[in-house]
């Protein structure tokens, strides 16, 4: 049997001492990785976290801008209508006779023609966009007649050719009003009573 040894001789330190200063270097850098590692690992949850607040965060604004859009395009489609309510005339045709039995005008014997008892806005069903139209064309198969003799315009506030002007075709199959001061009949209600 042999044995082997090694001493020390002018070394500072003996080799178990270097392979224990080794090992505990090692383990040393061991413990401090790992307890980096879950240090990283707990700042990584945390933005995990983060992220997850973020993400939920931006998915509630995109939901509530999608709202606003809804809402704003509402709001748009509302806006218009109103404008092109306040800048349209409002009015309806008719057989003047038809018109005065349903009550809507009233036909005084020595006096133009004016509003009657009927006279409310759920009768008024056509309109004239006034920013884009200034005329109405009235045919008269659309007022139950053969042929149209005369347009009565009612208010008669409203004045022939001053206000408005009224073209009867040679065949007297359509009329054409047209409204010569527009800004007059802005958001107005007009009766047109036509006559045979």
């Known amino acids: 049997m042999y044995g082997t040894w090694v001493s020390q ?3 500072k330190i003996t080799p178990n001492d270097l392979i224990r200063e080794e090992r505990e270097k090692v383990e040393g850098e061991r413990d401090t990785a790992v307890a980096q590692g879950e240090k990283l690992q707990e700042e990584v949850n945390d933005l995990l976290s983060q992220k997850a ?3 939920s965060e931006i998915e509630g604004l995109r939901t509530e801008k999608t709202k606003l859009i809804e809402d704003m ?3 748009s489609a509302t806006n218009e209508a109103q404008k092109s309510k306040l ?3 409002h009015y ?3 057989d003047r006779k038809q018109l005065e039995k349903d009550g809507v005008i009233i036909i005084p014997v020595f006096a133009k023609d004016r509003a009657g008892k009927a006279w409310k806005d759920d009768v008024f069903t056509k309109s004239l966009d006034l920013r884009s139209a200034d005329s109405i064309v009235i045919k008269a198969t659309e007022v139950g007649l053969a042929k ?3 347009v009565n315009v009612v208010p008669g506030s409203y004045v022939k050719d001053e206000h408005y002007s009224v073209t009867i075709s040679e065949d007297k199959q359509t009329a054409t009003i047209k409204l010569l001061t527009k800004d007059r009949f802005k958001n107005d ?3 047109f009573a036509v006559t045979d």
Do not use: F, H, Y
């Open 148 to 150: 149209i003799g005369k």
């Open 92 to 94: 309806v045709v008719g």
């Open 53 to 55: 607040k973020i993400t």
């Open 73 to 75: 395009n509402a709001l």
């Open 9 to 11: 001789g002018k070394s």
């Open 87 to 89: 800048n349209s005339l």
């Open 189 to 191: 209600k007009v009766v």
